[in-house]
């Protein structure tokens, strides 16, 4: 299975041209889907804007529509090579489950401030039975015994006094 990678741009539609380019562009985001590839992630690679500038950050972020909190979130603080680029690819891992998600897309300048965003309608569907967090083993701790006899005794002698 090959991945296939969709572009985003911050582009707006143009009002001379009702089919223009940025205009097409956003109309295919109503039905945009993405497979997750087989470790668990999907990547979508975002063109910047011409406001971008060195150490502006760009975000990611997928949440449930009847959600309060994104259920998938990346973020990339742009360096010199990204903006030569014009583009950056931002991946979303740990992909547990098929679902329509809300996706957000911004670009937070100096001192957060919100210079664009972007917001559309996506399905993402999982790879397989989806990602499952490994199991962790943590061991209860042991008794000091010896630790808490002379603590014990500690104790009891200055209570004496």
Not at 65 to 78: C, D, I, M, V
Not at 108 to 123: E, I, P, R, V, Y
């Amino acid at each position: 299975m090959s991945e296939s990678i969709v572009q985003l741009t911050f582009a707006l539609p143009s009002f001379e041209d009702p089919m223009s380019a940025a205009m097409s562009h956003s109309m295919e985001f109503e039905t945009l889907s993405q497979d997750a590839n087989c470790q668990h992630q999907i990547t979508l690679q975002c063109v910047l804007p011409e406001a971008a500038h060195e150490s502006d950050i760009i975000s990611l972020s997928a949440t449930e529509p009847n959600a309060r909190a994104a259920q998938y979130y990346t973020e990339k603080t742009l360096n010199l090579s990204d903006l030569e680029q014009g583009r950056v690819n931002l991946t979303l891992s740990q992909i547990a489950h098929s679902h329509d998600f809300v996706m957000q897309m911004i670009l937070h300048g100096k001192h957060g401030t919100l210079k664009n965003s972007l917001q559309f309608d996506m399905h993402i569907n999982q790879f397989g039975s989806g990602y499952t967090a490994p199991a962790t083993y943590i061991a209860p701790p042991r008794p000091h015994r010896v630790r808490q006899y002379f603590a014990n005794m500690g104790t009891a002698l200055l209570s004496l006094f």
